[in-house]
């Protein structure tokens, strides 16, 4: 068997890289069927914000620093007689700064864009000088079937009335499926703000 091959090259073969001409850049052609993701969808809540001026009466039981507490007098001083009875009177609770929810609706059920929107609102209200965290809101149906009154539940706020937060949790703890629509006022509670801040929905 003839080797053509006179002599071979033993040095290590190294890769150069060498310089190419410029290619003029060209845009890409568009990809078939990409859509643009969309944003994520918000739920829409509307909020106002009640003044201490505008002496809003609480007539149920509610945390101390979400009102001013002042005594006055009931019914008519007849003074001037050294004898008579001290004038009555009663404490009268009025609500502090605070902001209420007007309305909330999530374009999902149970995605968690609602608890969401209260998060960024019990947010801003807990950095507000004036407000301080506070937050009322009015539970009332939209429609006769649907009550926003567990929503708020679970995520800590109280009605003002003690009866209708113990029927709400019983309803919970006995895991009623529909529980039936409570009406009246709720507020969050201080320590219950933290807690949603922090951990989400509480139950």
């Given amino acids: 068997m003839i080797n053509n091959i006179t002599s071979m090259d033993m040095r290590p073969q190294m890769a150069v890289a060498k310089a190419m001409p410029s290619i003029s850049s060209m845009g890409m052609p568009p990809i078939l069927g990409f859509k643009t993701p969309l944003l994520k969808e918000k739920a829409k809540i509307t909020v106002k914000k009640i003044k201490r001026g ?36 009663r404490k009268i609770k009025y609500l502090k700064n605070c902001y209420i929810i007007d309305y909330i609706q999530s374009p999902k059920a149970r995605c968690g864009l609602g608890t969401e929107a209260i998060k960024n609102l ?34 800590g706020f109280r009605f003002i009335s003690p009866e209708a937060n113990q029927y709400m949790e019983e309803c919970i703890l006995k895991k009623i499926p529909d529980i039936p629509a409570q009406v009246g006022m709720m507020y969050l509670p201080k320590s219950r703000l933290h807690k949603l801040l922090r951990y989400g929905e509480l139950f």
């Fill in 54 to 89: 505008d002496n809003i009466i609480i007539p149920g039981e509610i945390d101390d620093d979400y009102v001013d507490i002042i005594e006055e007098p009931l019914g008519k001083d007849y003074g001037g007689n050294f004898f008579s009875a001290a004038p009555l009177t």
């Fill in 122 to 155: 019990a947010e801003k209200a807990m950095f507000d000088s004036k407000t301080e965290g506070r937050i009322v809101t009015f539970s009332a149906p939209l429609v006769k079937e649907s009550s926003p009154a567990l929503f708020f539940y679970k995520l």
